[in-house]
C-alpha cells in the first residue's frame, strides 16, 4: 500500500462516479479561477443513507455482518465538511485577492478499512442498540458491486492544513459524535 493520495496526483477514476466528480472538478475550475474544490471520502452523517446508517440499521437487525476489509480510506462526518466549507467561504471572501484558491483534499484524521469503520459503530452503538452482532472481515471480491472499489482512497490534507488552518478531527470521535445524534 502507497501512500495517501496529494492533490498533485494525477486522478484516474475507476468508475462513472468518479469520472462525474473529476468532470465536475475541471468545469468549476474553468469557469473560475478562484475556487476551492474540496476532494473527500467516506462521508456520513446521522441522516439518509450512508455506510454508518445501513451498519447502524444493520446490527439492529443482524447477528452477523460480513464487511470488506481490503479497502482502507478516510472516514469524514458530513458536518465537519460543512464547517470546512463554511471557514473556507469566509477566508475567501474576507480577502479575495489573496485567498489559497484551488483544489483541496479534506477528510477525517487517520484510516481505516470498512471492516474497521463498521466494527467500530458497531461497538460504538452496542449499549444503545442492546445488541453487539458478530462483524466478519471479507475480501472485495467476495462482496462483488457492479461498479469498481479503489482499494486505497486514504487521502493526505497536509495541504489544506497549511492553506486554511483547519486540522481534521480524528474520524473515531467525528464518529461518536454522529452516533450521538444518532441513537
Known sequence: ???????????????A???SNL?????VA???????????????????KNFVCTIRRLAAE?????????QRGSPTAAIDIAKACLDFALRCT???ERAPYGAYHFAGAGEATWFEFAATVVELAAD???????????????YPTPAARAADTRLDCAAVIRAFSVKPRPWRQAL??????ML
Do not use: C, F
Request: zero cysteines; hydrophobic letters at 35%; charged letters at 25%.
Open 23 to 27: 468532470a465536475g472538478e475541471r468545469g
Open 94 to 96: 474576507a480577502a479575495p
Open 62 to 70: 443482524r447477528d452477523r455482518l460480513t464487511i470488506v476489509a481490503d
Open 128 to 142: 444503545r442498540l442492546g445488541r453487539k452482532p458478530q462483524v466478519v472481515p471479507i475480501r472485495t471480491v467476495d
Open 17 to 19: 462516479y468518479g469520472r
Open 30 to 48: 474553468t469557469a473560475n479561477p478562484r475556487h476551492v474544490i474540496l476532494r473527500t471520502s467516506w462521508v456520513y452523517s446521522p441522516h439518509r
Open 176 to 181: 461518536i459524535t454522529t452516533l450521538d445524534r
Open 1 to 15: 500500500m502507497g501512500a495517501p493520495y496529494v492533490e498533485g496526483d494525477a486522478p484516474a477514476p475507476l468508475n
